[in-house]
């Protein structure tokens, strides 16, 4: 009885941990696009600046390198990061958005943008979600968690029954 109690509540607490695994993807989700959008300002602006000098975008961030103002030089250096940045996070955003509930937690782990990973780290509020994904989630912590504690009870009893008792005498 005792371990069918300790599995219930083992199996709530995964399930709450588990589910919050889809909340934070969301909020890190949401903060990937507002990157995204924000960067794509800049993006479009430096484009439309090399297209009216009629240059293409490497033509353009090769220009900076020719220059022989350091500061130039350096300024072509954190507007080729910057626009890597970007291809790199609207990759990332554009991946998420057409993953999977499987796929996601992988894309996630493998792909994610450490600086925004880590300031959606600093924000995260938990929640339950109570969306197919989140419930899914948190079914899989339930039986996990349960399952384990369960296994753990059943192997303890099966060690505290088997083993022979030793006599006083």
Not at 51 to 75: C, H, K, M, V, W
Request: with cysteine.
């Amino acid at each position: 009885m005792l371990t069918r109690t300790f599995s219930l509540i083992a199996g709530l607490g995964t399930a709450m941990l588990a589910c919050q695994m889809p909340e934070f993807m969301q909020q890190y989700h949401q903060r990937l696009g507002g990157a995204v959008q924000e960067l794509s300002i800049v993006v479009e602006d430096f484009d439309r600046d090399a297209q009216a000098q009629g240059l293409s975008r490497s033509e353009a961030l090769d220009s900076y390198s020719i220059s022989s103002q350091p500061f130039i030089n350096t300024r072509g250096l954190s507007m080729t990061r910057t626009l890597d940045r970007f291809e790199h996070i609207n990759a990332h955003y554009e991946a998420l958005s057409d993953a999977n509930i499987l796929t996601r937690p992988v894309l996630l782990a493998q792909h994610s943008d450490k600086q925004l990973m880590n300031g959606a780290w600093q924000d995260y509020k938990p929640a339950i979600p109570t969306t197919p994904e989140g419930i899914v989630y948190g079914l899989v912590g339930f039986l996990f968690g349960g399952g384990l504690v369960a296994l753990l009870g059943k192997a303890y009893r099966r060690l505290r029954h088997g083993k022979p008792e030793i006599s006083s005498t």
